[in-house]
């Protein structure tokens, strides 16, 4: 614990010293709070939450995520301190797992200003029907994409074109976990994959929570959001096992 939390809090501190990070941290909720707040302006306060408030901080979160996860590797790979990082004693998957938790914990301050950016600018009031459930999916949120994070740091450590992926995967992610809108508009084929990720039973617990709903909907909703994130660090770690494996025999990680 204490190299995940060392890693976490030497890594926020490099991460608020980029121009690119402040950026992503800060303007852009506030960019997205115009966007959202302007497509759902005329809607009911219910709708205007969920997509506009929660949704657009949500995505807000993703982008720190998901350009952290992809820049992170490269830089490391660039400024030729992968390989050290790789045979560490401390353990790759430790400190990658403590960036992670850094970024997720800057992404929980972009989500917070995108819900301020919003109700300032729109005048408009978070309105919920269980605050309870709004602050659990909140934390669920955090483990979820620490997961997500670990799966692209793995693809990320082997590519040789991780900017590419990661400027790749940041939209369609957006459109198909309803971030934006509901999945439902989506056709069907989508919609299956849309139901995979687990950011897209997020959004569905933010629903529930706004308009409220029964008890055993609320429970099947985070079993399901749980089982996800777990398994996705079950990939991730096999995934960093075979890249140890791989890294050992082809000894390719300084290779930018």
């Known amino acids: 614990m204490k190299v995940i939390f060392s890693s976490a809090i030497v890594h926020m501190r490099q991460a608020i010293a ?115 459930l709004l602050l659990i999916l909140i934390f669920l949120a955090v483990l979820t994409f620490v997961s997500i994070g670990m799966l692209m740091c793995a693809a990320f450590t082997l590519s040789r074109s991780a900017q590419l992926l990661m400027n790749m995967i940041e939209y369609p992610f957006l459109l198909l976990t309803g971030m934006i809108f509901p999945v439902e508009i989506l056709s069907r084929y989508i919609k299956w994959l849309s139901y995979l990720l687990s950011p897209t039973w997020i959004m569905k617990g933010f629903k529930l929570a706004v308009y409220g709903s029964k008890l055993g909907t609320v429970v099947y909703v985070i079993v399901i959001l749980c089982t996800l994130t777990i398994f996705n660090f079950i990939i991730a770690y096999h995934t960093f096992t075979k890249i140890e494996t791989k890294a050992k025999i082809d000894a390719t990680l300084e290779v930018y």
């Open 18 to 132: 980029r121009s690119m990070f402040r950026y992503c941290l800060f303007l852009n909720p506030f960019f997205n709070a115009i966007l959202l707040g302007m497509m759902y302006s005329d809607k009911s306060n219910q709708e205007f939450t969920l997509y506009a408030i929660l949704g657009t901080s949500l995505s807000s979160f993703w982008t720190i995520i998901c350009f952290s996860s992809a820049a992170d590797i490269s830089r490391e790979k660039y400024l030729g301190t992968l390989p050290v990082l790789f045979t560490s004693p401390s353990g790759f998957k430790k400190i990658i797992f403590g960036k992670l938790l850094g970024n997720s914990l800057w992404g929980l301050l972009a989500f917070l200003l995108n819900i301020c950016f919003v109700t300032l600018l729109f005048r408009r009031s978070l309105v919920f029907e269980n605050f309870g």
